[in-house]
């Protein structure tokens, strides 16, 4: 029996002011897997804690952080953010685990976050910033794009600015105005059946993370993870096929292409793909299976040496899904 644990975060609730804070941990607690460690400190840093009043109605939140394609423009900081209604906040949120990047934050990252905190209605006004932690911790934020699916509606807060600390400037958190709270954009998001099928050989399975992004003729999708880290045991091996049901992004009727690719990481990152199929999972509508074959290797040490491809679909299924 194993004793490895993942432990992900501690929440504590202060019986005299009903606050309850979240303890972010997200590793392992293993002698053999990350840093080994079987026991951490979790500080009770400002960054850290999420305050926020029991009783209050949730709701859940799509934030889109994207940092600017300028050099030097990612952060290793710990990031938060506090949305604003008209009477009330959600309280410091820590943006912790990017949907669609490993290392959140760096230069032309667009990360996704999912979070569930209070309902503050419609967002008038947020506060974002990091607490000055890391290596290289300035940060250029390009702008803030925040859903919320129970409104069906976007709002999108332009910033183009710097937060760091300098000899003569600190600046480590800014106030962000939507820029049109009246009109934002929404995206409707669609269930997508991703099957990824890797090939038979000796070597093709592999340790890294998988990511897709899936292109129509006139948007895409975000790129995101298959699987987060604690459910990505026994994927992706020799021979498998591995199914995932993910809400993205509607791109259309048309798949044009998809990118798919992997971060590297692990003891055994190459990975030998046969092709991937993907259908939207539509009730009672007609849905396309479309059939990306690849057959090539993922590996800096085979093929071309490229971790990262672009697909074309060379099939297409036609199908109808059962009424229920």
């Not at 979240?22 to 897997?33: G, M, Q």
């Not at 080994?36 to 009770?44: G, H, N, Q, V, Y």
Request: hydrophobic share 35%; proline share 3%; net charge negative.
């Amino acid at each position: 029996i194993s004793s490895a644990w993942y432990l992900d975060r501690i929440e504590i609730v202060d019986p005299e002011t009903v606050i309850k804070y979240h303890f972010i941990c997200e590793k392992w607690l293993a002698v053999d897997t990350d840093d080994r460690m079987i026991s951490f400190e979790i500080l009770a840093l400002e960054n850290k804690v999420i305050s926020e009043s029991i009783g209050h109605q949730t709701t859940t939140y799509r934030i889109n952080v994207i940092t600017s394609n300028k050099f030097g423009s990612g952060t290793d900081a710990n990031v938060y953010i506090i949305i604003f209604g008209e009477h009330e906040n959600t309280g410091k949120i820590p943006l912790v685990k990017s949907k669609t990047n490993k290392d959140p934050f760096e230069k032309c990252h667009r990360d996704l976050f999912e979070i569930e905190a209070i309902d503050i209605g419609q967002p008038e006004k947020i506060k974002i910033g990091h607490d000055n932690s890391g290596f290289g911790s300035d940060w250029l934020l390009e702008c803030v794009e925040i859903n919320v699916l129970k409104l069906d509606h976007t709002w999108i807060f332009p910033c183009g600015k710097w937060l760091h600390k300098t000899k003569d400037v600190t600046q480590l958190e800014l106030e962000l105005y939507p820029k049109e709270i009246s009109t934002g954009i929404y995206s409707s998001y669609v269930p997508y059946q991703i099957k990824i099928c890797t090939s038979n050989i000796f070597g093709a399975g592999t340790d890294a993370n998988i990511y897709i992004q899936i292109y129509g003729l006139q948007k895409s999708t975000d790129q995101v993870m298959l699987c987060s880290k604690i459910d990505r045991h026994g994927k992706f091996q020799r021979g498998s096929t591995d199914i995932f049901i993910l809400e993205l992004d509607d791109v259309g009727d048309f798949m044009e292409k998809i990118r798919i690719g992997h971060d590297n990481s692990g003891f055994g990152p190459a990975w030998h793909l046969n092709h991937v199929e993907i259908r939207r999972l539509i009730k009672g509508e007609k849905t396309n299976t479309y059939v990306f074959q690849c057959n090539r290797w993922f590996a800096k040490t085979e093929d071309d040496g490229s971790i990262v491809r672009e697909l074309f679909p060379e099939k297409l299924i036609k199908e109808k899904l059962n009424k229920k």
